[in-house]
């Protein structure tokens, strides 16, 4: 069965210090997302994208994020500096469409850890 | 916020008992979804209710939504220890692109 696959699986930085997480999403879907979850939190949307531009993002996704689809494949989220509070697992999604009752599809998730 | 609102925040119990969690939301909805999270895994869809319907069931799970209470429940019935995980209820509000949002979700855990 097709999924998304993120990499790293872990990732440790300074603080300060770009980091960027990779995603490749399932590859006949439209539509990719960025969440977020700080370790027994809720999950916490920040983006999505669709035809090569943000469509939607939470205030969480500030200045410091960025998104983008290099090639026709990855799907990245950069955080140009970390911050402490920027810890969390981090998890892409895809899905063929969007709206009413369609389904997400996630990652396992880069757990990211600041210093 | 259409945020949802899992409870309890943990439940624990023997194999082959039943599990029900509990999800309340703020605002009207179009559909709720529950999703399964094993520890340190992505999240996977598990069902998905519109706002029309009352009750579904897919296999051990049967979900209700009452949206005059603005509440949904997740039944799992004849659990196992591997559905030992933390489900999560999410809430689809808007049109076109608005995202699902999910709560906090309720641990889970089956013990053999």
């Known amino acids: 069965e097709p999924e998304v696959t993120q990499t790293p699986s872990h990732q440790v930085t300074q603080m300060g210090q770009e980091v960027i997480l990779r995603c490749v999403p399932i590859?006949?879907?439209?539509?990719f997302y960025w969440y977020r979850q700080i370790l027994g939190q809720k999950v916490e949307f920040l983006v999505s994208?669709?035809?090569?531009?943000?469509?939607?993002k939470s205030e969480i996704f500030d200045d410091q994020f960025s998104v983008e689809r290099p090639d026709g494949s990855n799907f990245t989220l950069k955080i140009r500096s970390t911050k402490l509070e920027d810890s969390a697992m981090y998890f892409c999604?895809?899905?063929?469409?969007?709206?009413?009752?369609?389904?997400?599809?996630f990652g396992s998730g880069t757990q990211l850890s600041v210093l | 916020s259409q945020q949802g609102e899992e409870d309890p925040q943990a439940l624990s119990i023997q194999e082959g008992e039943n599990a029900t969690m509990n999800c309340s939301y703020k605002?009207?909805?179009?559909?709720l979804q529950w999703y399964r999270q094993n520890s340190g895994r992505g999240l996977v869809h598990l069902i998905l209710?519109?706002?029309?319907?009352r009750e579904k069931h897919s296999g051990r799970l049967r979900v209700t939504l009452d949206t005059s209470k603005k509440s949904s429940s997740l039944l799992i019935t004849a659990s196992r220890a591997a559905d030992t995980a933390s489900y999560f209820c999410?809430?689809?509000?808007?049109?076109?692109?608005?995202?699902?949002?999910f709560g906090k979700g309720t641990r889970l855990s089956v013990i053999a």
């Open positions: 999604a895809s899905s063929k469409v969007v709206g009413r009752g369609e389904k997400l599809f």
């Open positions: 590859s006949n879907h439209l539509y």
């Open positions: 994208f669709y035809n090569n531009e943000i469509s939607e």
């Open positions: 605002t009207s909805i179009n559909n």
């Open positions: 209710i519109r706002s029309n319907e």
């Open positions: 999410a809430t689809d509000a808007g049109s076109g692109n608005t995202p699902l949002v």
